[in-house]
């Protein structure tokens, strides 16, 4: 919508007027943060969000920019020969187009704006009989539907579980006529007693799903599965009504705490050490997790509950001032869901987040209220966003409305653009769970063919154990190393592999694929290790820790705890150890990771060395283009060579006589042929300027993120080089003291941006 109405004034100019009008007050507060989050709307400066139908008229008289509205503020009968605004530049963007944006309220709009252009969003294709839609809105403009949506990588596919079935709790022949009165009377009034209602029109079918037995045995089912599953991410239970969310949190909080008692039990039985560290992360977490009830305030909502034994004042008061941080400051419900991190994850819902509320990290959807076909299809589209290590989305359908709705879904999720050329334009959203294993397999069965390509076998670190094991992995990890191509690529591979075995844990026959996931894991772990090495003599060291006399280190007590004093080794025996390696490929991966790390330390010093990293580049550039044992054998060479050019680099700023920081400074001040006795006084430059930038930066809270503290630095630094007392040298032309301003800033700009900088020592 924000691109539609910036396009808008590019290719057309005027003065338009975009009316946003939705029709529920969570998804109108959304739309207006996301346009004020854009530069859009500032409602503190300029009121845009209309409280009433005569507030509405007011805003229109006043021929603002951008307003944002809910259709309901237009219940009351318009006449049209009077209507709130004849302009013919208004445009209205009409929100959630496929439901409540006609009838009687959408007369009355458009009799209040007679000339008024309309255009329809819906995050959910209209069913192809759906013709009322249409006849407000006419036909499609564009559609981009879910099969593209994860072609592009622009959403996870989506997987369903149908435990209901399982369990013999779903409610299959009640949910079409269920789903229908919930939407019918969710639409005409979200603010009135909807349970009361439902439970009155609903009768024998509302204590069907609501009873308690029924309610118990998936409370019971949902703590299993979602603690089985606790790795793959947030989770949300959608019940029925707000009493049946309060009575379902009470159920889960209680089975929750008996889960947690019952691993803590089995725990003390585990011997394997790695099982072990598994089960104790798994009750940490289980520990540490939050339910919350997102329900909207009711009237009498206080009574209701208690007549079931619960206290809804509990929910309220978390609904409204949300989660207390360590810091004591306090964040919102919805900002600590949307958080990964935060442990609030659990949210039980019954209509609250169902539409335009994203959380990535949501993974699986635990539905245990009848949906009709729009509303459905936005609610199971929470689990589907992309987030880091997450595989797919996962719907556990408890009232086995998608088994019935599948075939519906298909051509209503799946009816493609004219851009696909595709004979069949019907696309199922959804795949069984099971179908989950078949993509494990085809990720495992790719580990495997990387392997053997490279001359590796997967099989034979799976029979393989003792020294033979270590063997296998040895020559995995030298076929893996291959490049760094190979090594990224069997890195991919095995996170595929991770994530779709994460993905699958709740499927009864996992365990047959759990040996060989291990294997992988355990060769993925190897090479983790290889890249923790800290410092390049620790690589030396490891690599040729049986030749005592070929490497000599000294504790150089640098400020990071590294060891080295490259000067000291004897450089061509570790040239012939070399030779005689077994693994020289990852020998060569191991050194080249110490020495991005030492040169990547080096380079955030001082950005003048950006000659070394080029130099680096080169030589890692040539070693990725060639395989031969000619190329590998050089390679090492020219490392070697560039770890003492980096250790001669190192020790520079001791034989300057200046400190690191200050080093930084002088070298972007130097300019070719300088005469040896300006050298001195460009010292001594640096070394105040450094100092006095140090101190003015100290004063300044978040000086990098404002413009006018960087002005300020900027022209701290831009006066003093310029000044006669304090500035550069006679010999330094205008132009070039105007560079050395810049290349200064861009420095500072990059060095300390958090002051004090964990790089370097104090300058005084």
């Not at 599953?229 to 049946?244: H, N, P, R, S």
């Not at 920081?661 to 050298?679: C, Y």
Request: charged share 30%; with cysteine.
């Amino acid at each position: 919508m924000v691109f539609f109405t910036k396009k808008v004034r590019r290719k057309l100019g005027g003065n338009f007027t975009f009316i946003v009008c939705t029709d529920r007050d969570d998804l109108d507060k959304q739309i207006y943060d996301t346009f004020a989050g854009c530069g859009l709307a500032n409602n503190d400066k300029d009121t845009c969000r209309a409280s009433s139908a005569e507030h509405l008229q007011q805003l229109l008289g006043e021929h603002k920019a951008y307003l944002f509205t809910l259709i309901q503020k237009f219940n009351k009968e318009v006449d049209p020969q009077h209507p709130y605004n004849s302009r013919d530049d208004i445009i209205v963007i009409s929100d959630e187009a496929h439901r409540s944006q006609y009838g009687l309220l959408s007369l009355n709009l458009h009799n209040a704006l007679p000339n008024a252009s309309f255009i329809g969003f819906t995050g959910t294709p209209l069913f192809q009989n759906d013709e009322i839609t249409r006849r407000y809105f006419g036909d499609y403009i564009s559609t981009y539907d879910f099969q593209r949506a994860v072609e592009d990588n622009a959403t996870v596919p989506l997987y369903f579980d149908p435990r209901g079935d399982k369990l013999k709790v779903s409610t299959n022949n009640l949910n079409e006529r269920i789903a229908a009165k919930i939407e019918e009377l969710e639409i005409e009034d979200e603010d009135a007693d909807i349970e009361k209602r439902i439970k009155g029109a609903l009768k024998r079918d509302y204590n069907v799903i609501t009873s308690e037995k029924r309610l118990d045995a998936i409370a019971q089912d949902f703590v299993t599965h979602y603690a089985n599953g606790w790795e793959m991410g947030k989770a949300m239970l959608i019940c029925i009504d707000k009493v049946t969310c309060g009575r379902m949190y009470k159920k889960i909080t209680h089975y929750w705490q008996l889960k947690i008692k019952k691993l803590k039990k089995q725990l003390k039985n585990i011997t394997d050490q790695q099982e072990a560290i598994y089960r104790k992360r798994q009750i940490d977490w289980m520990e540490t997790t939050i339910a919350a009830v997102i329900i909207s305030h009711q009237q009498g909502e206080v009574e209701k509950f208690r007549q079931w034994n619960l206290d809804v004042n509990s929910h309220r008061n978390l609904i409204n001032n949300g989660f207390e941080l360590a810091d004591g400051k306090r964040v919102s419900v919805e900002k600590a869901f949307k958080n990964a991190d935060h442990p609030f994850r659990i949210a039980i819902v019954c209509a609250m987040w169902l539409t335009g509320f994203d959380v990535p990290s949501l993974s699986t959807l635990y539905l245990d209220k009848p949906l009709k076909a729009h509303t459905l299809m936005q609610a199971i589209a929470r689990a589907n966003r992309v987030f880091k290590g997450k595989n797919n989305g996962l719907i556990v359908d408890y009232c086995g409305i998608l088994e019935n709705l599948r075939e519906a879904l298909a051509t209503f999720a799946g009816t493609a653009d004219e851009g696909r050329k595709e004979d069949d334009k019907t696309v199922n959203p959804t795949q069984p769970q099971e179908n989950l294993l078949d993509d494990l397999q085809n990720a495992i069965n790719e580990v495997r063919e990387f392997l053997t390509n490279q001359g590796a076998s997967l099989d034979t670190i799976l029979q393989e154990t003792g020294f033979a094991l270590n063997a296998a992995i040895r020559d995995a990890k030298e076929a893996v190393n291959e490049n760094d191509e190979t090594r990224q690529r069997f890195k991919i591979l095995c996170r595929e592999v991770f994530r779709k075995f994460k993905a699958s844990t709740n499927i009864p026959r996992i365990n047959e694929y759990r040996k060989t996931h291990d294997a992988i894991k355990l060769l993925a772990k190897e090479l983790e290790k290889d890249e923790e090495v800290k410092d390049i003599s620790q690589v030396l060291m490891e690599l040729y820790r049986v030749v005592d006399e070929a490497i000599e280190v000294t504790n150089t007590n640098t400020k990071d705890g590294e060891l080295y004093d490259i000067s000291k080794i004897n450089f061509e025996r570790l040239k012939a150890e070399f030779l005689k390696s077994n693994t020289p490929r990852t020998n060569i991966q191991n050194l080249k990771q110490a020495v991005e790390k030492r040169l990547r330390r080096m380079l955030n010093q001082n950005t003048s060395r950006v000659d070394y990293q080029k130099h680096y580049e080169e030589i890692v550039d040539r070693y990725n283009r060639e395989k031969d044992r000619l190329i590998i054998e050089q390679t090492f060479e020219e490392l070697l060579k560039f770890i003492q050019d980096l250790d001669e680099e190192a020790q520079r700023a001791t034989s300057e006589g200046l400190s690191e920081e200050t080093l930084a400074i002088f070298d972007l001040l130097k300019k070719p042929n300088i005469q040896p006795a300006e050298i001195k006084r460009l010292k001594g430059i640096a070394s105040n300027l450094l100092q006095i930038l140090k101190q003015e930066i100290l004063q300044m809270e978040q000086w990098y993120d404002k413009e006018s503290t960087r002005d300020r630095i900027k022209i701290k630094i831009e006066n003093f080089l310029y000044s006669d007392d304090t500035g550069l040298p006679e010999s330094y032309e205008i132009k070039e003291v105007t560079e050395k301003t810049k290349v200064v800033f861009l420095h500072v700009m990059q060095v300390y941006k958090t002051i004090p900088s964990p790089y370097y020592e104090n300058a005084a």
